[in-house]
């Protein structure tokens, strides 16, 4: 898994989504049951620390954002007031006297070396050594079902082959027990993991995996500990070869080229700008220690590592003596031991493991700051602007726990929201269309700090380190207001007591937490706690106000010389240079090579890929340890809901579930009916909900507006939800015609029960009176946005095909895809152009959104007021709700809107129309700089009024992680292959991510109907493979979930009109799944519907395709 430092998002404020919810219902906007495959983003790792930029194939469900103290995060969510009413983690005496039985469990293998309860979380810990190898175990004790298990190798490189992000992916490739090609993909197939996956930081290595299921969960630990420890790859070149970088050639007339998944992945990296940007910042303030190499490797480096090498770097440290080994949930603890010493018990001590590993400091060395100018791959019509990103080491001696939380509260007052002053400062000063660098970034030993902007003209590059000083230096002489001081700390306060990690699991987060110590020797435990701290800073505060922060930002960055300013520009040539100094690197090899040198390159290449498309050998395949249907539970989970339509005659619906406990937090949703928008400003939705947040509403400014979000509520967001609904008189579970569907305004906020009442005011004062007369604010959010979309198609061209493929076929998909997808760069384009030069017309169109959404005769008959909490918040709440309701905007005996469920949406004419225009069914292609493609293609796989089964789910499932990872990853040498087929709408989509091929994965897909009639016809003899098919299926369905999440999921099964009776059915058609439903999906996918591609690449990648016969009407994007 490989990780990028973007924008001010810390490795734990992971949005933890899965690949597959990306395209579909994360956010409600299709909202049907989606079944979804991603073969392949799973192993990933890390070279600049702690940030997402493309998250692996598991993780389900919303953002997984917390701040554990100062230790779990830098999130940069908008959130904040905490009081005593928050009661996280605060469990009952019988669970506490529980969980104490497991401190200090004994086991004779193993040395205790102290033992920690962590109240702030609940854990109970105990750290090991074990006595032979001189592991380091960490065994905490919480009453979370969702268990974790990890292994991390310190693993620092010294130079930029890639050697610990090769490894990582390799390890996972069979083992001494476990004797298939890729144990890990059968994991990923069939078993009930919540959490799969392995990662690479710049100076460790952690393997990871999680589970609800106590039988399953033990599977997985012993598959990773075994692949950790030993590997096939250390004594396999085949797997080096595959997983990193091999020299391939089929004709000996034909040129050489170079494959492998990691070498394609970071060719991917290297596409991106912003990759870029991060990785020479990185290098540049980090001259002599390992964070000056990149760990993910370079793509010009990575063929320098010989198989020699990757095997002794395993060697060097792997060793368990150099291993931080760590448990967490309520499995139990003399197991966790046991298993572990039957891997450890056979490695005798390695003394030298743990000193070979240790990170060295760099020390501030820099007598002047440095200016470091390097290009960045530009399209032909891209705008001749550069990015600008200032840089320092913040620290060259470990932090105190005081001052590592006074720099968490000091980056989110500089840094965290869009009123930080320094980030505001930025934003308005007109230098740049975006923000960069993102603030503090503290995973590693030392941290960093960075701020700059995108889209700077050339003039103006001098001026953005200027701004950035000036407004450091106004810090230190004026200080923070106590109003923004106050809204900062409860903001990180919130989350660390909130701990809502979504999806998420929250031993992986307790896991990462206390390794941002443990792996530099420090204690685990201490780097999990926060309440000292953080009530000391406040002391700090109250005696001394902001001094204690200008102090910081004065040692820190003003007075601090070991910086750097990086200056980005473009460059229009640099990858047809990339690409042709790689064809001349390997046409000099050729050249130097003997014709029996050549044709063993030849014969590798036969032999590689005759393995990887050979199948496991039965006896293989019973090695990998698995689960039975028996294992599954075959009821749905429902979450509780309570309706009360027109509450209190107020005419406003209020949706209830009630849970066993939500830690004193109320969780709520205020949807309001949008269908009344004019179709031609649906577009707009977007940009009116920021505009919502970050300009201001009523007496507020947007800086007071967000400082009061920030004082009294746990966060407060605003978009637009578009949710296609079963049709009233229709077949339930069948593909609806993509005209019925409800369009929302949804304002989503949490706070402390004692708090609602702020958390109410709030939704009330954005919904009326958000400042829409913004002129300076709209332009700068537009900038923004262009900024950050033309990213998202650099960097995430799959999700940009995978749009636009489903907008040709379906209103809702269209609808969309112009909202968020490629159409929205120009609808962006056109904005800004408008907001420029005839901004009362804009003005004109956003104030009749608004106008439009509260029409006082019917808005309260769209409304809903959606409510999650426990019995005690709801309790305490209700005098808020009816205040709350009676205020709305509105008449409260409202007339009634159109029946959504019955009619189809007063949208659906125009959109139509609109699409027969716009979105003929046809073989894109779209131009950005890159070296690697974004392939998509689908088409409709059932038709309007046929019946979906749940089978589908499983077969989709199958087909992405066996067919497509075999074909797309394994043997095409791309980062990842997908499959994605939505119930709902009857489309189905192949994707791939960072791919070396075009026309060579199309031809895949098209195999695909033929590949999954041969596998129907072997699951007749091989009932194990469809166990494990089903059982991978359930796995997608069966997710943990936070509090918020369990309503949200229940909220939109109830807008949506799904019945209970549809989910048990789609359920029990999943866990009946036959071959014969193999084989009828194969028939379908064989006469796909009106198929269609949409592909992200270079110009010379469609040059080529053509020439293999794929041709594509092409747009130049950037």
């Known amino acids: ?102 401190l200090g469990v004994s086991h ?13 979380f609940g854990a109970y810990c105990t750290l090991y050594r074990h006595k032979q190898s001189g592991a380091e175990l960490l065994s905490v004790s919480t009453d979370d079902d969702n268990k974790c298990f990890g292994i991390t190798f310190r693993t620092p490189p010294t130079d930029s082959t890639g050697v610990p992000h090769i490894l990582e992916h390799s390890v996972l490739c069979g083992s001494r027990k476990y004797k298939t090609k890729d144990p890990f993909v059968q994991l990923l197939q069939g078993s009930l993991q919540t959490f799969l996956n392995a990662f690479t930081y710049p100076d460790r290595t952690c393997y990871v995996v999680a589970s609800q299921n106590t039988k399953d969960f033990y599977n997985l630990i012993n598959v990773y500990a075994d692949a950790v420890y030993h590997p096939r790859a250390t004594s396999d070149p085949m797997v080096h070869a595959q997983e990193g970088w091999h020299l391939e050639l089929e004709k000996i007339e034909e040129p050489l080229t170079y494959k492998g998944v990691v070498y394609n992945e970071m060719k991917g990296v290297y596409s991106s700008p912003d990759s870029l940007l991060q990785r020479d910042a990185q290098q540049s303030i980090f001259p002599d220690n390992t964070y000056g190499v990149d760990s993910g490797g370079s793509p010009v480096e990575i063929p320098n590592l010989s198989f020699e090498q990757f095997a002794e770097f395993h060697q060097k440290f792997y060793h368990p003596g150099n291993s931080r080994i760590f448990f967490a949930g309520d499995d139990d603890v003399a197991n966790r031991l046991e298993i572990m010493d039957e891997y450890l018990k056979d490695f005798g001590p390695s003394p030298e493991s743990k000193p070979a590993s240790t990170i060295q400091w760099q020390k501030k060395t820099f007598d002047a700051p440095k200016k470091i100018r390097n290009p960045y791959p530009a399209g032909n019509d891209q705008p001749e602007t550069h990015m600008i990103m200032m840089n320092w080491l913040v620290n060259d001696r470990p932090l105190t726990p005081v001052e590592e939380i006074t720099v968490t509260i000091l980056d989110h007052l500089l840094m965290g929201t869009s009123s930080s002053i320094l980030y505001k400062t930025l934003m308005e000063s007109g230098l740049g269309e975006s923000i960069t660098g993102g603030g503090l970034m503290s995973e590693l030993m030392q941290g960093t700090f960075s701020a700059g902007l995108k889209g700077v003209k050339p003039e103006d590059a001098d001026k953005v380190e200027e701004l950035i000083i000036s407004t450091l230096q106004k810090v230190v002489e004026e200080g923070f207001t106590e109003d923004a001081i106050a809204a900062s700390m409860n903001t990180i306060e919130f989350d660390m007591r909130e701990f809502n990690t979504g999806s998420f699991p929250k031993g992986l987060s307790l896991m990462l937490g206390s390794m941002r110590e443990w792996i530099y020797d420090r204690s685990p435990t201490d780097a999990l706690r926060f309440e000292e701290p953080l009530a000391e800073l406040k002391k700090s505060i109250s005696e001394s106000g902001s001094k204690v922060f200008q102090d910081m930002v004065k040692e820190f960055l003003l007075e601090n010389t070991h910086r750097s300013t990086l200056e980005m520009f473009p460059s229009k040539t640099l990858e047809e240079e990339q690409l042709q100094e790689e064809k001349d690197r390997l046409a000099k090899i050729k050249e130097s090579m003997s014709e029996e040198e050549l044709q063993k390159i030849i014969d590798t290449t036969t032999e590689l890929k005759k393995l990887q498309a050979a199948e496991d050998a039965p006896e293989a395949r019973a090695t990998i340890p698995s689960l039975e249907l028996s294992d599954l539970k075959r009821e749905v989970t429902e979450y509780p809901i309570a309706v009360s339509e027109n509450e209190a005659d107020t005419g406003v619906t209020v949706v209830r579930h009630e849970l066993g406990s939500t830690s004193g937090i109320a969780y709520a949703n205020l949807a309001v009916d949008v269908s009344g928008v004019a179709t031609e400003d649906i577009p707009l939705l977007p940009l009116f909900t920021r505009m919502m947040l970050e300009t201001g509403a009523g007496e507020y400014d947007s800086v007071a507006l967000s400082r009061r979000i920030g004082t009294h509520t746990g966060g407060v967001s605003a978009s637009a939800l578009i949710a296609g609904v079963e049709v009233e008189g229709g077949t339930e579970g069948a593909v609806t015609s993509g005209e019925h569907f409800v369009t929302k305004l949804l304002i989503t906020g949490k706070a402390t029960s004692d708090k609602t009442d702020e958390l109410f005011s709030i939704f009330d004062l954005i919904l009326r009176d958000a400042n829409l007369d913004a002129k300076s604010k709209i332009i700068e959010i537009l900038k923004q946005a262009k900024s950050q979309k033309e990213s998202t198609v650099q960097g995430s061209g799959h999700a940009t095909s995978n749009a636009r493929i489903r907008s040709r076929y379906n209103v809702v998909g269209y609808i969309n895809e112009k909202m968020t997808g490629l159409s929205s760069l120009d609808v962006v384009k056109e904005l800004l152009e408008q907001a420029e030069n005839d901004f009362p017309a804009l003005l004109a169109r956003l104030e009749n959104i608004r106008n439009t959404i509260l029409e006082k005769s019917t808005c309260r008959d769209g409304m809903i007021l959606d409510l999650t909490g426990d019995a005690a918040v709801f309790e305490k709440i209700q005098p808020s709700v009816e205040n709350f309701l009676s205020k709305l905007p509105g008449d409260t005996n409202a007339e009634k809107l159109q029946d959504f469920y019955s009619e189809p949406h007063p949208w659906v004419k125009e959109i139509k129309e609109e699409m027969a225009a716009n979105a003929p069914i046809a073989d894109e292609g779209f131009i950005v700089p890159t070296q690697v493609s974004y392939v998509g293609k689908g088409g409709r796989l059932y038709d309007v009024d046929e019946s979906v089964s749940g089978s589908t789910a499983v077969v989709s499932r199958f087909l992405g992680t066996g067919y497509m990872w075999d074909n797309i990853r394994v043997i095409g040498g791309a980062y990842g292959g997908f499959c994605q087929f939505n119930p709902r709408d009857g489309v189905f989509s192949f994707l791939s991510y960072r791919d070396p091929n075009l026309a060579g994965s199309i031809d895949v897909y098209d195999g695909a109907a033929d590949a999954l009639l041969a596998s129907a016809a072997d699951m007749e003899n091989d009932p194990d493979a469809l166990t494990t098919a089903i059982i991978g299926a359930i796995a997608d369905m069966d997710g943990a979930l936070s509090p918020d999440q369990k309503g949200s999921a229940q909220f939109k099964r109830w807008l949506t009109r799904e019945s209970p009776e549809q989910r048990q059915k789609y359920r029990d058609e999943v866990l009946n799944t036959t071959p014969a439903d193999f084989k009828a999906f194969a028939e379908r996918l064989k006469a796909l519907k009106d198929p269609s591609s949409a592909v992200v690449s270079s110009k010379a990648a469609f040059e080529d395709a053509a020439k293999a016969g794929k041709e594509f009407t092409l747009k130049n994007v950037m």
Request: glycine content about 2%; aromatic content about 6%; some cysteine.
């Open 1 to 102: 898994m490989h990780f990028h430092r973007l924008a001010k998002m810390a490795f734990l404020a992971l949005t933890a989504t899965r690949v597959a919810t990306a395209f579909s219902a994360a956010t409600l906007r299709s909202v049907g049951a989606s079944s979804s495959s991603a073969a392949s983003s799973s192993r990933r790792s890390l070279t600049n620390a702690a940030a997402v930029a493309f998250l692996d194939n598991r993780n389900r469900g919303a953002s997984a954002s917390t701040t554990a103290g100062r230790f779990l995060s830098q999130s940069a969510a908008a959130a904040s007031t905490c009081t005593s009413s928050i009661t996280a983690l605060r469990q009952s005496t019988v669970v506490e006297s529980e969980l104490e039985k497991n």
């Open 108 to 120: 004779p293998a193993f040395d205790i070396i102290s033992t920690d309860i962590v109240t702030e």
